[in-house]
């Protein structure tokens, strides 16, 4: 499995999650906060979907504030859907790190190429 193929299921994976997190909550601004949390995942994966160079960069930046937010609701929510927010901090962190181990193999690459004469 190559780095973007983990990248591209972490962020199907967040999506679910966050659609998840906010469909278990009754409130009135449901629609708003489903649209604010997965406009910008959604915005990553066609970005990472058309190949822009600046996908890999940006999902990972964004991946970020979803760990944060994650492990801020792990610590703070007492009710059945804990499981979620880390589950939700797990996910992120594993974008990260495929983003992270993404740039690391191409700079490794570019390293190995023989220099010209």
């Given amino acids: 499995m190559t780095y973007r193929a983990m990248v591209a299921l972490s962020l199907i994976a967040l999506i679910a ?5 906010q469909l278990a909550f009754e409130s009135s ?9 997965l406009a910008p995942l959604l915005a990553c994966l066609t970005a990472l979907a058309l190949r ?19 492990v801020m609701e792990g ?7 804990r499981w979620l927010a880390v589950l939700e901090a797990a996910v992120a962190m594993t974008l990260v790190l495929a983003v992270g181990a993404d740039g690391l193999a191409r700079r490794r690459a570019q390293r ?6």
């Fill in 29 to 37: 601004a449901r629609v708003f906060w489903l649209l604010f949390g």
């Fill in 52 to 70: 822009r160079p600046t996908a890999l960069f940006w999902s990972g930046v964004l991946a970020l504030l979803y760990f944060c937010h994650g």
């Fill in 17 to 21: 999650i966050q659609a998840a997190w």
């Fill in 112 to 117: 190995a190429k023989p220099g010209p004469l």
């Fill in 75 to 81: 610590w703070t929510v007492t009710s059945d859907i």
